[in-house]
């Protein structure tokens, strides 16, 4: 059972943030109860102020001596842009967490982890305990392009052997992250696979794996509310049966999801984010105009 820490009206103070590309932010967050008990794969949940709405984000890293956390997020909807618009010294309401179950961390051999987009966020925590745990480990990162690699230096810190793949081929190599899978797999033999990304990539990563017969795991990251598993709002179906992300992943393996039916509840609540940044940026205008 997850230890879950909330302080009640304790606020979290942003201690340095950082704008990686045009949309995504770099926050770490004094939280030293929470940076204690961290592990790579969970996430916490957060809420800016009283009449914010609860989001989850994985936890990119943390740091126990100095009880900092590390958040990375793309902006997509109204949330996401109101706390990219804080800055260093700002404080946020509520943070909730450790939450989910931790990824397995041990030494499998060689192991190959795939991160695209914001997903290389949540890859870097589970690339860092892996090399730790002694394992050799491949790492491929991919995005559109060169601006959306993030964590390329922390990354490269902890991989044997560090594979860029772009879709305009401005950084690395150009192609998909499952052509390079596809190199590695033919000249290595490879223990156990991980990939976080865009849902469809996450997909292919996994018909890739499994077309090789190598157990991949992938982080799915639907609509969480409470992140207790008491909304229902999370559920995925895994081999056949209901479960929820929030607590029984958010790691799954991924020849077990479903995944298009996760692909589709994915898209469900698509016009509506669009709408609430929309009303959000507008009101900004008028607000600072």
Known sequence: MNETIHYGDHMYKIVKNEQLSKNEYDFWIEAPRIATKAQPGQFVILRINEIGERIPLTIADADPSSGLIRLIFQVIGKTTAELSSLCANDSILDLTGPLG????????????IVGGGVGIAAIFPIIKGLKQAGNRVIT????????????QKECQQYSDELIITTDDGSLGMKGLVTEAMEQVIAKESIDCSWAIGPSMM?????????NHKLPIYVSLNPIMIDGTGMCGGCRVTIDGSIKFACVDGPEFKGTQVN????????KQYTDEEEASLTDYQKAQVIHHG
């Open 259 to 266: 995944w298009d039916e996760f692909i589709s509840r994915m």
């Open 202 to 210: 996450m997909k292919f990563c996994t018909m890739t794996a499994e």
């Open 140 to 151: 491929i990162l991919g995005a559109k392009t060169s601006e959306l690699v993030i964590l």
């Open 101 to 112: 179950t931790p990824t397995e961390i041990k030494n499998y051999g060689t192991v190959m």
